[in-house]
């Protein structure tokens, strides 16, 4: 039961595969999460009830509950009602939806971050309202909103660990497999620990560089600037 060094290559280049998996799930579920955030932070700032109600109850529902129950409704659930998912398609669909809700939130923080003047200005010089969404405040808010996103893409990467009750051959469920298999669970947790590690802290290290440099860039989108480019 104690760490055994000399099963480490063949443990670790076992649970490769898996740490791939990881990625790639990561990657994907990440890129879907980010398309369905903007519409969903725009109808949470619609004045129309119709869109504003639906998306604020989406958004309360998927942050209220916890992931791991969300992905139990989804494939456990849903068959009772004639509606059975593989596992990687209830894995990826649950985990983007639930994605999106954090990520409309923090898309909409970007949005109201951004001074109303800007877009007072912009349309003072014959902008139409989408024409101002599109060119000024949207680019300025993914610039702030780029360091909540990673530290998003960070937690996502060790949320995928959630997948393994799906049965999702990803690094803790192979893990889990080898661990049962060989009894060397010592070993092989502390090798998929130091797999996470390896990932998460180069990322968050980027993460606080990119921070940084992008507070002390100038803002892009000035009056002025706005004037000239489109006078």
Known sequence: MGFYLKDVPGIFEGLLWGLRTTVILTILIMA??????LPLALAR????????????LIVQVLRGTPMLLQLFYLYYVLPFAGIK????LAGIAGMSVNGAAYLSEIYRGGIQAIDHGQTEAAL?????????????VLPQAFKITIPPISNQFIGLFKDTSLL?????????????IMAATSFRFITIFSIIML??????????????VLERRLKSLPPENSPRRLKSRFM
């Open 32 to 37: 879907i999460a980010m398309v369905l955030a």
């Open 45 to 56: 700032m619609s004045r129309q009830r119709v869109f504003r109600y639906p998306a604020t």
């Open 85 to 88: 998912l593989n596992p990687w």
């Open 124 to 136: 003072s010089i014959g902008m139409s309202r989408y024409q101002v969404m599109r060119i000024v």
């Open 164 to 176: 393994s009750i799906l049965t999702i051959q990803e690094l803790m469920y192979t893990g889990q």
């Open 195 to 208: 797999m996470y590690l390896a990932v998460c802290w180069p990322t968050a290290t980027m993460i606080d």
